[in-house]
């Protein structure tokens, strides 16, 4: 090839050539899920949107997303904090079970709470004489969306409670604090980045998680539907407006997400 | 009134700190084990109130493991640690009030120099007017008032160590514990630090336990020094004591160049060769015809043209000159002695040395070092013969 002095033709041709693949793969979808929500007029873009099913479906996937992400945050910590502390026996292999659910396929993972919770399950068909029931219901999307994003929040979490300096702690410690103080006011400021990161990558991803949703909500519209079943049934019952509606919210959404978790990163990691 | 008491308490000439009955911190027969490795043996001292005590050792030689368990950060296996008189072994590190000042420092990232330095008070739920009047004081005691509001990321190395310092002097520690403090830092700072930690020690009176395996930094800042070597003390003292009679060849190995020749006690003196060395040596410790060994520094070899040599000095034999090299503040010559007989003691017939410089170590030739007006008053040349005397020197039994 050809070299002009000061100018690397491999430069722009390869940063084209990544345009050009990313294309058909990613923003062509991405834009066309807005260029038909829009294309029949803002207006019944905005009916479909306030469907009080669509309504519902959204609430429902923030609020059990919003819970499966404080437990997963929460019990993240803790995991985090247990295994990166001690060393036992074992300890291997709790980590390794500990971040299994991504692997598994989100169906089977719905599957597999069936089967537990279920009417006939190991653990429900106890619990279905006493009249309680937890498949097929928000308490089941919850379960589900914690079971998927099970992992994520202590993924975050873990390798910065590796890499935090354990002279922290014991400066604090010989300065008179107790351990729930050390934790408060040292431990936990320096994983703060850590817990928001953790906390929004959960949420996104519990937000849109369908495989295991579908098969444990009993995807009842109005009760048990969430955002993404919703785009689904809307999809089967050919009201693509509808879907693209709910599709164009759970799109922007994640887009907020990730700007954040991108443009915050700074504050974030803040020493 | 009480402005008046004030006056007279501070006019009051200060007492000649006396070597206190009650020590600020002891350590009594300490030791340590990791599973089956003994890294401390029976370690004891004493440090009294406001002295200034360097553990000096190289690394692995234990000394970080004594302040850790004098911090509470480790448990002994045997021993006690005694902290102005309360024994304080069992107690964990928060409820012992020593203060230590970490290598990286450990600042709180996430807390500004205020926060840091009034942590102490916060966690002992002090009132907020006490915090605030405890930090300024000690803002304005280690300089730092500008910088209250900036977080550690945003000061310097020194300005670091020296938030650490005062966040522990804000709750009054028992003992200052310092683990490396210039570990990280480069030469020039280094040296400016010491003097400002020296004159901050002596203005707060607190009691402090340096540990450093630099040996200039021990000789400089510490009242006393104790050299460590694999867990156990080979020698404890003013750092003029361990320098000129070191009581260990460890010690005088480890603490600056020595030179080291085998000799035998004769006479109630020493032979070296043919030899004779005067020296009064302690008949108890030496027998006649034991072999042992002269220790001497560099800076106290005398080189002499002549035969003679001045009064007071020990003629050792007559050398050759081997290499002269410049070395910023003085000429450092390095001699080959010629022993003239052979004794008993002699491992074979070698004459060993051990010193830090590095070429010394596999020839049989002893360092000189000499101050540049002498230097150039009396030159040498490379292979010149010469004519070798010490000055002082230390006699230690031979292994």
């Known amino acids: 090839m050809r070299h002009v002095r000061g100018f690397d033709v491999v430069r722009p041709l390869s940063i084209g050539m990544l345009v050009f693949m990313m294309m058909p793969l990613v923003f062509l979808p991405l834009a066309s899920i807005f260029i038909f929500g ?43 904090y247990v295994l990166s502390r001690y060393n036992f026996w074992g300890r291997n292999a709790l980590i390794v079970t500990i971040s299994l659910p991504t692997a598994i396929p989100t ?70 604090a107790t351990r729930w103080q050390t934790f408060w006011y040292v431990t936990l400021p320096s994983l703060r980045g850590a817990i928001v990161s953790g906390a929004l990558l959960t949420f996104a991803r519990a937000v849109g998680e369908f495989g295991s949703t579908i098969l444990v909500s009993g995807n009842l519209a109005g009760h048990t539907q969430t955002a993404p079943l919703y785009i689904f049934a809307k999809f089967n019952e050919g009201q693509i407006e509808a ?29 | 009134m009480k402005a008046k008491e004030k006056l007279i308490e501070e006019h009051k000439v200060p007492a000649p700190t006396p070597i206190a009955p009650q020590s600020a911190t002891s350590v009594v027969g300490v030791s340590k084990r990791f599973g089956k490795t003994s890294v401390l043996e029976n370690i004891s001292f004493d440090v009294a109130e406001g002295e200034a005590l360097v553990l000096l050792g190289a690394s692995g030689s234990g000394k970080t493991t004594i302040l850790r368990i004098i911090a509470g950060l480790e448990q002994p296996y045997t021993g006690k640690v005694i902290l102005h008189g309360r024994e304080v072994t069992e107690l964990p590190a928060r409820e012992r009030g020593v203060g230590v000042i970490f290598q990286s420092y450990a600042l709180f990232p996430k807390m500004t ?101 630099d040996q200039e930094e021990a000789l400089e800042l510490g009242d006393r020094v104790a050299v460590i070597n694999k867990g156990h003390i080979e020698q404890i003292g003013t750092p003029f004591e361990i320098y000129t009679h070191p009581a260990t060849e460890y010690v005088a190995t480890f603490l600056g160049a020595a030179n080291l020749l085998e000799a035998v006690v ?9 030899t004779r060395i005067a020296a009064e040596l302690d008949r108890e410790r030496f027998k006649e015809g034991a072999c042992v060994k002269i220790v001497f520094r560099p800076e106290d070899v005398f080189i002499s043209k002549s035969e003679f040599v001045k009064p007071g000095q020990h003629k050792l034999s007559s050398a050759v000159v081997e290499e002269i090299s410049f070395v910023g503040a003085y000429e450092r010559v390095r001699l080959r002695l010629e022993k003239n007989g052979r004794d008993e ?17 596999s020839v049989k030739s002893i360092i000189a070092t000499r101050p540049k007006p002498e230097a150039s008053s009396t030159r040498l040349r490379v292979g010149e013969r010469v004519v070798v005397a010490i000055t002082s020197f230390t006699v230690l039994p031979s292994k």
């Open chain 1, 38 to 80: 829009t294309s029949n007029g803002l207006d019944k873009f905005w009916a479909a949107l306030t469907a009080p099913e669509a309504v519902f479906a959204l609430k429902l996937s923030m609020a059990t997303s919003f819970w499966a992400t404080m437990f997963n945050v929460l019990f993240g910590l803790f995991a985090a």
């Open chain 1, 107 to 176: 169906a089977v993972a719905g599957f597999a709470l069936l089967l537990l919770w279920g009417p006939y399950g190991t653990l429900g068909r106890f619990l279905a004489p006493q009249g309680i029931q937890v498949m097929f219901t928000a308490g089941a999307i919850i379960l589900a969306n914690i079971f998927v994003t099970f992992p994520l929040a202590f993924g975050v979490i873990k390798p910065v409670f590796d890499t935090m300096s354990r002279s922290l702690e014991e400066a604090s410690a010989t300065i008179g």
């Open chain 1, 243 to 271: 879907a693209n509606a709910i599709a164009i919210v759970l799109a922007l959404f994640s887009f907020l997400i990730f700007s954040v978790l991108f443009f915050a990163r700074d504050w974030l990691d803040v020493d």
């Open chain 2, 113 to 213: 120099v205020e926060k840091n330095i009034g942590y102490g008070l916060r966690i002992r739920k002090r009132k907020r007017r006490e915090i605030r009047e405890t930090v300024n004081e000690l803002l304005t005691l280690v300089q730092l008032e500008e910088h209250r509001n900036k977080y550690p990321s945003q000061l310097s190395g020194g300005q670091q160590q020296r938030v650490a310092i005062a966040r522990t002097l804000a709750y009054k520690p028992e003992v200052l514990l310092f683990d490396e403090p210039f570990g990280a830092l480069d030469t020039q700072t280094r040296k400016r630090l010491r003097r400002e930690i020296r004159e901050l020690l002596r203005k707060v009176n607190v009691p402090a336990i340096f540990i450093t395996h």
């Open chain 2, 266 to 274: 004769r006479n109630s003196g020493l032979e070296f060769g043919k």
């Open chain 2, 345 to 361: 003691c002699a491992t074979d017939d070698q004459f060993f040395l051990t010193t830090d410089t590095p070429e010394s170590q």
